[in-house]
C-alpha cells in the first residue's frame, strides 16, 4: 500500500529533487577527504543547497506555508502551517564519508505535526507518516517492536555535545541505560533516522538531550503513526520545548522513564 495525499506528494517530491544533490555531493566528499583543506567548507555549501531545492519546492506547492529550516531560520507566512525542516541530519557523518544520514521534513498544522518524511537517500530509504493514515517504509506499512522488557532491547541515543550544559548528566543517564541492557546502546549520529528506526522496530527505543525541532518534527508523527510513544523524559509532552526526547516502542516508556529518574 501507499501513503498519498496532497502534502506527502508535495514532501516526496521535494525530497527526491533535494537527494539528487545530496547523492551527487556525497561523492565528491571522499575526494576532498584527502584534500589539504578537507570538506568542512563544501558541506556547509551542500547542506544550503540542498536546503534551498526543498525549500524552493516547498514553496512553489504551498506559497503561504510557513517555513522554520535548521540553516536559514524562519520564514513567516501562514499562521496555521508550518515545513519543519533539517536538510541534511548527520552532518558529521556526511561530512567524513559514512552513508548515514538523511533529510528531514514535517508539516505543523496549528501547533501540531500532523505528516512528516524521513529519507535517507543513499539506503533510498523513505520513512513517511499521516496523521490517521500509519507509518510507511518505501510504501510498506511499519510497526514498532514489540519487545517489552528494556533488558532485552537494542535502544540508541546521541550527544552529548562537548560544551552541553547537562553534559554530565547525560553521562550519567548512558551509563544507567548502559548497564541495564544486555546489548550495548547504538550511537548512529543521525537524531531523525535513530527515530525512524524505531518506527520501523529495529531499535526499541531512543533517548537524547538537546535535540532541535527541526531534528524530530517528521520523527514524532512517524513514531506516534507506527504505535509508538515520544514523550520527554517524564512522560509528558514537553519534549519539544524541554528539548529531551524519548521515543518508544508502547511496552518499555514506563521502563525507560524509570531509569531517566
Ligand atoms: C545532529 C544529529 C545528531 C545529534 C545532534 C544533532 P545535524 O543534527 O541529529 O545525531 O546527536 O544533536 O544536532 O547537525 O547533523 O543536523
Ligand atoms: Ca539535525
Ligand atoms: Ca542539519
New binding site residues.
Given amino acids: 500500500m501507499k501513503l498519498t495525499s496532497a502534502n506527502i506528494n508535495v514532501i516526496v517530491k521535494a525530497c527526491r529533487k533535494a537527494a539528487k544533490v545530496l547523492i551527487r555531493d556525497f561523492g565528491e566528499i571522499e575526494k576532498l577527504q584527502v584534500s589539504l583543506k578537507g570538506p568542512g567548507d563544501f558541506v556547509t555549501l551542500s547542506d544550503k543547497r540542498v536546503e534551498k531545492i526543498l525549500i524552493e519546492e516547498l514553496q512553489i506547492a504551498r506559497p503561504n506555508y510557513s517555513i522554520l529550516s ?1 540553516e536559514i531560520g524562519e520564514i513567516k507566512n501562514d499562521k496555521e502551517f508550518k515545513w519543519i525542516i ?1 536538510p ?7 561530512l567524513h564519508g559514512i552513508p548515514h ?1 538523511g533529510i528531514s521534513v514535517g508539516l505543523e498544522h496549528m501547533d501540531e505535526i500532523i505528516c512528516g518524511i524521513i529519507y535517507d537517500p543513499i539506503k533510498d530509504e523513505m520513512f513517511v507518516a499521516e496523521k490517521g493514515n500509519g507509518s510507511y517504509l518505501n510504501n510498506q506499512r511499519i510497526r514498532v517492536s514489540s519487545r517489552s522488557k528494556l533488558k532485552d532491547c537494542l535502544i540508541v541515543t ?2 552529548p ?1 562537548r560544551n552541553l550544559k547537562e553534559r554530565e548528566i547525560a553521562l550519567k543517564e548512558y551509563d544507567k541505560f548502559s548497564s541495564s541492557v544486555d546489548v550495548p546502546v547504538r550511537k ?5 533516522l ?1 527515530m525512524a528506526y524505531v518506527a520501523a522496530g529495529r531499535f526499541d527505543g531512543m533517548w ?1 538531550r ?3 525541532y ?2 524530530i518534527a517528521a520523527g514524532i508523527i512517524i513514531i506516534k503513526e507506527a504505535g509508538g510513544f515520544v514523550t520527554d523524559f517524564n512522560g509528558n509532552d514537553t519534549y519539544i520545548e524541554k528539548k529531551t526526547i524519548l521515543a518508544t516502542n508502547s511496552r518499555i516508556n514506563k521502563e525507560m522513564i524509570e531509569v531517566l529518574k
Avoid at 88 to 94: P, Q, V, W
Avoid at 188 to 192: D, F, I, N, P, Y
Fill in positions: 535548521e533539517d541534511i541530519d548527520g552532518t558529521s557523518n556526511f544520514f546521541g550527544g555535545r548512529m549520529g543521525s537524531a531523525s535513530d537524547q538537546n535535540l532541535n527541526w531534528d
